[in-house]
């Protein structure tokens, strides 16, 4: 969780909006979003109820540059976890396995991120956030990503691959936020808990970029080749 300065201790110039997030990511800990409010997060920063206003307009602001943390941590998180790999492979499913350690490591957050309602997606410090860890998601499919703009010259089966990979290991990062696995994992009798059933099967998908659609039969041949 992370720490907030003693409210007895003036701030620096400067360092009041680094601690109101901080502030903000404890209160969304510690109370979820329907908590997450200016005056619970200035009371939890010890500070006066106006001084997340004036740092970040309002709540919209607070939760954008909350989330744009977030995205930060997403992508050094995949980032780790791919360079422990050499092949292309191994490092797409490093990637999946970043990406779910990332969610069950921090629910709260990775629930904000998703909550586009939330969030103001034109925010500077938001979007080269997400750009970053765009970045992290378009290296392993054999790319080179400018850091203006990762996903230039995309073509459609990287476009395909890429959504792919996305919805498989989001998919299974939710299931996991919302407790459905635990059953089956025990059922098992093999894996400890959700969380290692999940990362299991990562391990054993193939992740990779798509060979385009399967080829029709000819007219007239059967699933042997023949007449």
């Excluded at 860890?133 to 395909?160: K, M, S």
Aim: net charge positive; glycine share 10%.
């Amino acid at each position: 969780m992370p720490t907030v300065r003693p409210k007895n201790r003036p701030y620096h110039h400067g360092s009041l909006p680094q601690a109101l997030l901080q502030a903000a990511e404890v209160v969304l800990v510690r109370d979820g979003l329907p908590g997450l409010t200016l005056r619970a997060i200035a009371r939890e920063a010890g500070v006066s109820h106006t001084a997340p206003r004036h740092h970040f307009q309002d709540l919209v602001g607070v939760c954008s540059e909350l989330a744009a943390v977030g995205y930060r941590r997403l992508a050094a998180t995949m980032a780790e976890h791919a360079a422990r790999e050499r092949r292309p492979s191994w490092r797409r499913r490093a990637v999946g396995r970043g990406y779910v350690v990332f969610a069950a490591d921090n629910p709260g957050l990775f629930r904000l991120m998703s909550r586009v309602e939330l969030l103001d997606l034109a925010r500077p410090a938001l979007v080269d956030a997400i750009r970053l860890a765009t970045r992290q998601l378009a290296a392993v499919y054999g790319r080179r990503v400018a850091a203006d703009d990762p996903l230039a010259g995309t073509t459609g089966e990287q476009a395909i691959a890429m959504t792919a990979t996305w919805g498989y290991v989001h998919g299974l990062a939710m299931l996991l936020l919302e407790q459905r696995l635990g059953v089956l994992a025990r059922a098992s009798g093999v894996f400890a808990d959700a969380r290692a059933l999940v990362l299991a099967t990562i391990d054993r998908t193939q992740l990779r970029p798509g060979a385009g659609p399967p080829r029709r039969r000819r007219a007239g041949h059967t699933a042997r080749g023949g007449r």
